[in-house]
Nanobody
Framework: VQLQASGGGLVQAGGSLRLSCAASGRAFISRLTMAWFRQAPGKAREFVTAISWRGNIIAPAEAVKGRFTISRDNTKNTVYLQMNSLKPEDTAVYYC?????????????????WGQGTLVTVSS
C-alpha cells in the first residue's frame, strides 16, 4: 500500500487546513483502518486521530478533540483531516498511516503502512 499525504502549509493561528491522504497499491483499500499521526521538531511521533474502514468509529486524541475531524471517501481511497482553530503547538509533520486490521489503534506500532508526511506550520 502506498500512501500520499498532501495539503500541508503555513497558516496563522486560528486558521484552518485540510490534509488529504490518497491510498493505492492493493485491493480492498477501503477496508483499511486509517490514522493521522504528527511529529513536532524534537518530539516523539504522536497519535492525532483514526477512523475505521466503515467510518463509524473515530478516535481523536484529546489535544485535537473539537478542532480536528477525520473523514474518508472510500470511493476515492482517500482520507481527510480537517483542522480548524489551529494553534502554534499543532506545528508538525503530519503522517497518514494504514492498518489492515479492524481495531482503531492509537499506537503507531500497529500501523503497517505510512505516508511520507506533510508539514503544517502554524504561526502565532
Amino acid at each position: 500500500v502506498q500512501l500520499q499525504a498532501s495539503g500541508g502549509g503555513l497558516v496563522q493561528a486560528g486558521g484552518s487546513l485540510r490534509l488529504s491522504c490518497a491510498a493505492s497499491g492493493r485491493a480492498f483499500i477501503s477496508r483499511l483502518t486509517m490514522a493521522w499521526f504528527r511529529q513536532a521538531p524534537g518530539k516523539a511521533r504522536e497519535f492525532v486521530t483514526a477512523i475505521s474502514w466503515r467510518g463509524n468509529i473515530i478516535a481523536p486524541a484529546e489535544a485535537v478533540k473539537g478542532r480536528f475531524t477525520i473523514s474518508r471517501d472510500n470511493t476515492k481511497n482517500t482520507v481527510y483531516l480537517q483542522m480548524n482553530s489551529l494553534k502554534p503547538e499543532d506545528t508538525a509533520v503530519y503522517y497518514c498511516a494504514a492498518d489492515s486490521g479492524t481495531t482503531v489503534w492509537h499506537s503507531a506500532r500497529h500501523y503497517d503502512y505510512w505516508g511520507q508526511g506533510t508539514l503544517v506550520t502554524v504561526s502565532s
